[in-house]
């Protein structure tokens, strides 16, 4: 799974890499048209110059997807801040409860990990057994 991420970020950079390549060819290639149709000696410089124009704005639009799938691939690098605070929650959960013992108070359950939710601190139980919900107050360890 982490894997197949990299590679695709990796694809999403190298396809980045020849499109900035491209645009910047492009842009030469349009700035050359230019500069030849200021010559003195240019046999058309009309044409020129709008061919040169066209190419540098094509060039500018091909770094901007550039720039864009840039972006994309640092995005899918970057974790993603809902993953943050799962694994905060879990932490919390394990820290100051024994989810093992946890029972169902209206039915006597063995209640899991999926039954609890933390909210500001109180865990909140949802019993899929008796379908009770309730909170719980945790007694302060210190
Ligand atoms: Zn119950």
Redesign the pocket.
């Known amino acids: 799974m982490k894997q197949a991420k990299t590679a695709g970020s990796i694809a999403l950079l190298a396809g980045g890499l020849v499109f900035l390549c491209a645009g910047g060819l492009l842009g030469v290639l349009g700035a050359l048209y230019i500069l030849a149709a200021h010559s003195e000696d240019a046999a058309r410089p009309g044409t020129d110059l709008g061919k040169g124009i066209g190419m540098l704005v094509a060039g500018l639009v091909v770094w901007t997807v550039a720039a864009v799938i840039g972006f994309l691939a640092w995005r899918r690098m970057q974790p993603k801040p809902e993953q943050k605070v799962t694994i905060h929650q879990e932490v919390e959960l394990t820290g100051d409860i024994d989810l093992a013992s946890l029972k ?6 063995n ?1 899991d990990k999926d039954a609890v939710a933390v909210k500001e601190g109180a865990l909140l139980i949802s ?6 919900a309730y909170q719980v107050v945790e007694e302060p360890k210190w």
């Not at 169902?104 to 359950?109: I, P, Q, R």
């Not at 019993?127 to 009770?132: F, I, L």
Request: aromatic share 8%; hydrophobic share 30%.
């Open positions: 169902c108070e209206k039915c006597a359950a209640l019993c899929p057994y008796c379908g009770a």
